[in-house]
């Protein structure tokens, strides 16, 4: 008999979690990180799966580039499988330029304490050092406890250092799937359409699928093995590497490979227990419409705008910031609208560790004056 304060009835849920992701609060999808805390909050908590996020790049890419290893090197954290395609670098080199994972604040406050402690000439008291070791304790019993294991960490979003790269037994312990263009296609064939649609988009969608497939990421198969996330991620679709001219004509036919092949993928990605990266060079394509369709076959989409060889470089209004990040379009998943973040007015910064993305109270100060006026 069921009690006066509940029911007999308990529904019960059977759940399996996959490393490196959390559902959200908000609407139950199943979110992973892109590899920048800040990022997250701005996009509604992280990425969900099954999603596809576009980055436009900034002139120089490097800003664009370095999102896109930050988004890997999450993946390589959390256990997760990767698949990285590129027609300018190979996918080994990209691998190889992943940024170190940062280990908790612990650990550098403690080693910063011993070469203090080794390098001054008091050290040698025992009394001192006794009174050292007891402030220190003291200091921090409530921390956690240090992160010594990253592989496979169950940890939402990890802050990296882009100083240092990730180390090789790190690297390999994930499975990474590579294309690299040139090496896929021949040169004379990349521009050949195969159903209104490039013969490189081709070869690439059809070895994303394959991946998705026999690795068992294919959501509509029974499960056989663990359950995990195929991370995506392909640097600069769209350029003339890729046999696209969308940036020297102004028809919007041109884009017509790109859109389908755009179409083509995030149906893919629906169905999967995967989502994808990729940057574009918005900047070269000319006609407006082509944007707009890109945006639209998109779920999340960001543009970058690096104050490199720009006059905002050298306003010190801007001294404190790298580029602009702007949010062009948030999904909406699961509900009737999408969370959208309370301002739009954001910038990002490059540390000398850490990349940010943070509220620009220049480009805040400067609207209200506008709206004002």
Same mark, same amino acid.
């Given at each position: 008999?069921?009690?006066?304060?509940?029911?007999s009835?308990? %529904?019960?849920?059977?759940?399996?979690r996959?490393?490196?992701? %959390?559902?959200?609060l908000?609407?139950?999808?199943?979110?992973?990180?892109?590899?920048?805390?800040?990022l997250?909050?701005?996009?509604?908590?992280?990425?969900?799966?099954?999603?596809?996020? *576009?980055?436009? +790049?900034?002139?120089?890419?490097?800003? =664009?580039?370095?999102?896109?290893?930050?988004?890997? #090197?999450?993946?390589?954290?959390?256990g997760?499988?990767?698949?990285?395609?590129?027609?300018?670098?190979?996918?080994?080199?990209?691998l190889?330029?992943?940024?170190a994972p940062?280990?908790?604040?612990?650990?550098?406050t403690?080693?910063?304490? !011993?070469?203090? +402690?080794?390098?001054?000439?008091?050290?040698?008291?025992?009394t001192?050092?006794?009174?050292?070791?007891?402030?220190?304790?003291?200091?921090?019993q409530?921390?956690? &406890?240090?992160?010594?294991?990253?592989?496979? =960490?169950s !940890?939402?979003?990890?802050?990296?250092?882009v100083?240092?790269?990730?180390s090789?037994?790190?690297?390999?312990?994930v499975?990474?799937? /590579?294309?690299? *263009?040139?090496?896929?296609?021949?040169?004379?064939?990349?521009v050949?359409?195969?159903?209104?649609?490039?013969?490189?988009?081709?070869?690439?969608?059809?070895?994303?699928q394959?991946v998705? %497939?026999?690795?068992?990421?294919?959501?509509?198969?029974?499960?056989?093995?663990?359950?995990?996330?195929?991370?995506?991620?392909?640097?600069?679709? /769209?350029?003339?590497?890729?046999g696209?001219?969308?940036?020297?004509?102004?028809? #919007?036919k041109?884009?017509?490979?790109?859109?389908?092949?755009?179409?083509?993928?995030?149906?893919?990605? !629906?169905?999967?227990?995967?989502?994808?990266?990729?940057?574009?060079?918005?900047?070269?394509?000319?006609?407006?419409?082509?944007?707009? !369709?890109?945006?639209?076959?998109?779920?999340?989409?960001i543009g970058?705008? =690096?104050?490199?060889?720009? +006059?905002? +470089?050298?306003?010190p *209004?801007?001294?404190?910031?790298? /580029?602009?990040?702007?949010?062009?379009?948030?999904? %909406?998943?699961?509900?009737?609208?999408?969370?959208v973040?309370d301002?739009?007015?954001?910038?990002?910064?490059? &540390?000398?560790?850490?990349?940010?993305?943070?509220?620009?109270?220049v480009?805040?100060?400067?609207? #209200?004056?506008?709206?004002?006026?």
């Open positions: 008999m069921a009690s006066c304060g509940g029911t009835f308990q %529904r019960k849920v059977r759940s399996q996959v490393s490196g992701t %959390r559902p959200s908000r609407n139950g999808q199943l979110l992973l990180s892109t590899g920048v805390p800040s997250d909050y701005i996009i509604g908590g992280g990425l969900a799966v099954g999603t596809l996020l *576009l980055i436009e +790049e900034d002139s120089y890419e490097s800003y =664009s580039r370095m999102l896109l290893k930050y988004f890997l #090197a999450e993946g390589v954290v959390s997760h499988s990767l698949f990285i395609a590129s027609a300018k670098d190979h996918p080994e080199e990209i190889q330029e992943l940024p940062l280990l908790d604040d612990v650990i550098e403690n080693e910063t304490i !011993r070469e203090t +402690e080794d390098n001054s000439g008091n050290s040698n008291n025992s001192t050092a006794a009174q050292n070791s007891m402030t220190i304790a003291w200091r921090y409530n921390l956690p &406890k240090v992160q010594t294991a990253l592989t496979s =960490s !940890r939402f979003g990890h802050y990296y250092n100083s240092k790269t990730m090789t037994e790190l690297q390999q312990s499975k990474c799937h /590579g294309f690299f *263009l040139p090496d896929e296609v021949p040169l004379d064939l990349t050949m359409e195969c159903g209104n649609m490039n013969f490189g988009y081709v070869k690439l969608l059809k070895s994303i394959r998705i %497939r026999e690795e068992g990421f294919d959501g509509v198969c029974p499960q056989t093995k663990q359950r995990n996330i195929l991370r995506v991620g392909i640097h600069s679709l /769209g350029s003339l590497l890729w696209e001219d969308i940036g020297l004509h102004e028809n #919007a041109h884009a017509c490979s790109l859109t389908k092949f755009l179409y083509a993928l995030r149906g893919l990605l !629906r169905t999967s227990l995967s989502a994808c990266i990729i940057t574009v060079p918005a900047y070269l394509i000319q006609n407006k419409a082509i944007t707009g !369709r890109v945006v639209k076959l998109s779920d999340t989409v970058l705008e =690096s104050f490199n060889v720009s +006059e905002r +470089e050298s306003n *209004l801007y001294k404190d910031y790298h /580029g602009l990040l702007h949010v062009r379009q948030i999904p %909406r998943l699961n509900s009737l609208f999408c969370e973040p301002t739009k007015d954001l910038a990002f910064k490059l &540390k000398r560790k850490l990349f940010t993305i943070e509220l620009c109270l480009v805040s100060a400067m609207s #209200a004056m506008v709206e004002l006026s």
